[in-house]
């Protein structure tokens, strides 16, 4: 098993690999409360390299791919060049980063980022996938088949997605991190 993540807050460490078997509750509390590490076995990595270059290739095309070679939302209409699909990516990232308020707490976080990247190590994160009115395509599909999901959507007056006039009020923000928060409590009890 390859490593993904390190792991080990505390005590013995131990590893979580990801792979053609769905994650169990235990896995998920294992990396998410106990630290433990997370790696890929053979079926992640050919799974990854398989989406990774189906990536590229579309990329590397000349039929605009919303998010790969157009921008998000209201731009989902806007080429971008190839020499500026890393910057895009790279955007695309920031601004999912950044955030107000409090810190969210590091097993939400750790959660978050764990359920996210068994998805990504399914391979099938690309297609198949409705989209939504925007044009944006989301991966909650893949996600519900794996673990008990859904989406959490944050009231947005101005209905711009993905773009810099993109806006929500700070209370609507609390609001969708409180109910977040409450639905992993109850996953995880």
């Not at 910057?87 to 810190?103: E, F, M, T, V, Y």
């Not at 969210?104 to 998805?119: G, Q, S, Y």
Request: one cysteine or more.
């Amino acid at each position: 098993m390859r490593p993904a993540w390190p792991g080990a807050i505390g005590g013995m460490p131990h590893e979580v690999a990801l792979g053609a078997s769905p994650l169990s509750r235990e896995q998920v509390l294992d990396v998410v409360r106990d630290g433990a590490a997370v790696g890929f076995d053979a079926v992640a990595e050919k799974n990854l390299a398989s989406a990774r270059a189906h990536v590229e290739a579309l990329a590397e095309g000349t039929r605009p791919t919303y998010g790969i070679s157009t921008g998000f939302g209201a731009l989902a209409t806007k080429h971008i060049p190839a020499d500026r699909r890393t910057d895009l990516q790279r955007s695309l990232i920031r601004s999912h980063a950044a955030g107000a308020g409090p810190l969210v707490e590091p097993e939400v976080v750790r959660a978050l980022m764990l359920l996210r990247l068994r998805t990504l190590t399914t391979g099938r994160t690309l297609g198949g996938v409705p989209a939504l009115p925007t044009g944006a395509g989301h991966d909650a599909a893949i996600l519900a088949a794996q673990v008990p999901s859904g989406m959490l959507y944050v009231r947005n007056p101005t209905g711009i997605s993905h773009a810099p006039e993109e806006f929500a009020e700070a209370d609507d923000v609390d609001r969708g991190g409180a109910a977040l928060a409450t639905v992993l409590e109850r996953l995880c009890q």
